[in-house]
């Protein structure tokens, strides 16, 4: 068991950033403590973004604690499940096979833009835990953006216009056609074999909303709930004005003086709420391999719907 000579040690994740915590120190041995875990769930809550370094890291580790925070989910589609592991998505990037963009004549391998997990679907996960495999000798870094700030930032004028509205969500996995991602501009050079599949059933999955704020019912801290990437537009209003602003709350939301972007070590394990925060790939040279796996956290918030669909919705796909 756990006891006070072996306690975890936390600390800001970076100097001045108004969110995210690092701990140190956690072992498999202190998830067998209930009071640890509820501090856990309590700091996961508090903080939105938990560094896990210096402790034990391990795939088991790493689905234990998991563990910790929900149940764990397989994602919803299947070529993102890894074989034998259905609690883990492999992200992976390989010179030979993986997605690649040309970003302003930057290739870049594994690029994922701001975004939130799941939100294609009506009932996004609660969060995740990413682990490396195999890092990149370059690049492969990952950011984090808390839309609790964000909303905190936002002009009293907009925060009206937008309290009550909802964006529209569709599953593309071509980053170059996402109309609201402003991060470059991205072409597609190659897609990966995984993708190619979930790009030709598209348009068997359904269209969903979710609501642009909402709050966090621990805190009643109010949440800014839009992920650029997978967006097509305001459910309220599609025409040009409505794009616009939508636009300028993205500009908000992806603001890089909120964010934080993670330098992998190998050891590391970082979770986030994918309910408060954005997350963003920030990819690699093409000529590297960067393997990731990722824990999927349940949860419900209760606040997607699917459009076009009438009575009980069957989960996504799975
Ligand atoms: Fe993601």
Known sequence: MASAATDIRISPL???LPFG????????????DAAMRRRLGDLWIEHGVLL????ESSQAMHLELSRCFGELEPHPFPESRQAGAPDLVKIKFYPEDG?????????RGG??????????THRINHGGILRPVQLPQ????????????AYDRLPE?????IESLHVVYHVDVDMSLQAFVDQGHARLIRMAASGTQIEKRKFTYPRVIHPMVYTQAETGRKVLNVSPAFALGIYEDGTAAGDALLREVIAICTDPALAYV??????DMVLWDNWRTLHSARGVPIDQTRVMERTTIRGDYALGRPLGLEGPVADFDV
């Open 14 to 16: 970076a100097p001045g």
């Open 21 to 32: 915590a690092a701990i140190a120190g956690l072992t498999r041995d202190h998830l067998d």
């Open 52 to 55: 896990f370094r210096g402790g």
């Open 99 to 107: 997605s690649y963009y040309d970003i302003d004549g930057d290739l």
């Open 111 to 120: 690029w994922l833009p701001w975004h939130s997990d799941l939100i294609y």
């Open 138 to 149: 370059i690049g492969g870094e990952t950011g984090f953006i808390d839309q609790i700030a």
């Open 157 to 161: 004028s907009l925060r009206e216009r």
């Open 262 to 267: 993670h330098a992998w070590q190998p050891d």
